[in-house]
C-alpha cells in the first residue's frame, strides 16, 4: 500500500522531468555521402540491391591492344578451369606440343625465359600462373567513363592535324 501511494505522488513529477525534445519529431538523418563510384549513389548506411552478375564474353577472337607489352585478355570463358602448382589447364591448349592441334595460339616465347635470362624447355615458373595477367572479358558497364585513346589513334589524328 505505501508503495502504491508513493508511486501515485511521484508519477507528476516523473512525467515532467522528462526531456523536452523526447516527444519533438526527429530531425532528418544526415544523408551518408559515398565517396566510392562502385556504390551507385547508394548511401554509405544503406544496402542496394546488387547489379546483375555480368557474362563473360566468349567470341573466340584475338583483340586489339591498348598499349605495347599489354598481355592479351582471354576470349573466351575460363571457369572451372585449374590453374595451381600441379596443373595448368591453359596450357592444354596452349603449349608449344597442342597448340596446332587445338587452333590457339602459343604462349609467347617470353613466358619460356626465366628471371636470369636462360631460355628453358618449359613455361617458366614466373609464368606459369596466367591469370595473374591474362584475364577474360565481361559485358560489364564501365565503372567510370573513358576517353583512352590508343597510341595508334593518337598519332593517325596527330597527322592528319599535321595536314
Known amino acids: 500500500m505505501r508503495r502504491a501511494l508513493l508511486l501515485f505522488i511521484l508519477l507528476p513529477f516523473l512525467v515532467f522531468a522528462q526531456d523536452p525534445t523526447a516527444n519533438a519529431p526527429a530531425a532528418p538523418p544526415k544523408e551518408a555521402q559515398s565517396l566510392d ?16 552478375m555480368p557474362r563473360t564474353e566468349n567470341f573466340d577472337v584475338r ?5 605495347p607489352d599489354q598481355p592479351p585478355t582471354i576470349p573466351h570463358a575460363i571457369d572451372g578451369y585449374q590453374v595451381d602448382k600441379n596443373s595448368n589447364r591453359c596450357l592444354l591448349c596452349h603449349s608449344r606440343a597442342n597448340a596446332e592441334n587445338f587452333q590457339a595460339p602459343m604462349v609467347s616465347v617470353t613466358h619460356f625465359v626465366d628471371r636470369d635470362g636462360q631460355v628453358l624447355g618449359a613455361v617458366s615458373p614466373r609464368r606459369y ?17 573513358s576517353d583512352f585513346r590508343d597510341v595508334d589513334e593518337l598519332m593517325s589524328s596527330e597527322a592528319a592535324g599535321k595536314r
Open 37 to 52: 563510384g562502385l556504390r551507385r549513389g547508394i548511401p554509405l548506411d544503406q544496402e542496394g540491391k546488387p547489379l546483375p
Open 63 to 67: 583483340r586489339k591492344r591498348a598499349y
Open 129 to 145: 600462373f596466367c591469370t595473374q595477367c591474362h584475364v577474360v572479358q565481361t559485358d560489364a558497364k564501365l565503372l567510370v567513363p
